[in-house]
């Protein structure tokens, strides 16, 4: 089946500095991609869409300027938390959108951000 | 309004056994689709089982099978005969699709932690 991966699987990061999260669908094209955050015991909450070519499209309050989207290449995702703060530690999750015929999504295993 | 409702935060379910982790949605749209994910404490997500909303037939994958009712809104996943590794978390997601090309996201549900008791 398809593999997205993510890059770092876990990553600890002191307050103030920028983390770099990358997500690659390994064996097919991603013209679009997802960016997930869950919090301990919750749910997947949308970030943002991230478009091949263009800019992301945000959900609503979730800071663009805080967290970097950039989506360079048909089979690369790159999510930036620049000046991180603890609060932001979390699990962040990819998906890829693999065909737009059937809509499948397969997700990467995620990268755990710990914020010190 | 929520539009995914899983009501059940934990389930218990004996080794062997069947049980049925419940799904409700809210949607005005007509075409949707609905979805269950299985994330394990390592945290990826693993898809299980879609059904569409045009779908006349319940959706099955080999022990899991999707209830869908559409007059009720709900799409319970049902696993029969349990196993150990089937202790996760699972999520329901839906994605709305009458707005065209551009709807591709999904809105998940709080999840249902299910732990299958040997």
């Known amino acids: 089946g398809a593999v997205v991966s993510q890059h770092p699987s876990w990553v600890i990061c002191k307050s103030g500095t920028s983390v770099k999260i990358e997500c690659r669908s390994l064996d097919f094209q991603a013209t679009t991609m997802f960016w997930y955050r869950q919090f301990p015991k919750q749910s997947l909450m949308l970030m943002a869409t991230?478009?091949?070519?263009?800019?992301?499209?945000?959900e609503q309050g979730v800071e663009k300027d805080k967290f970097l989207i950039n989506h360079a290449s048909l089979t690369l995702s790159t999510l930036t938390v620049t000046s991180a703060h603890p609060e932001d530690s979390s699990f962040y999750i990819c998906?890829?959108?693999?065909?737009?015929?059937?809509?499948?999504?397969?997700f990467g295993p995620g990268t755990r951000l710990t914020v010190t | 309004a929520q539009k995914i409702t899983q009501t059940q935060p934990g389930m218990f379910v004996q080794e062997k056994e069947a049980v049925t982790l419940d799904c409700t949605y809210d949607?005005?749209?007509?075409?949707?689709?609905l979805f269950w994910y299985k994330q394990p404490s390592s945290g990826e997500m693993i898809f299980l089982i879609y059904q569409g909303s045009y779908d006349e037939q319940n959706a099955t994958e080999g022990r899991y099978s999707l209830n869908f009712q559409k007059a009720r809104k709900s799409a319970n996943l049902v696993i029969s005969a349990s196993q150990l590794g089937d202790s996760a978390m699972y999520f329901c997601a839906m994605r709305e699709m009458d707005s065209g090309a551009g709807s591709y996201q999904l809105t998940f549900g709080k999840g249902t932690k299910l732990s299958v008791i040997p």
């Open positions: 998906s890829a959108l693999r065909d737009r015929v059937t809509y499948e999504q397969y």
């Open positions: 949607t005005s749209d007509q075409s949707y689709g």
């Open positions: 991230s478009n091949e070519g263009s800019k992301a499209t945000y």
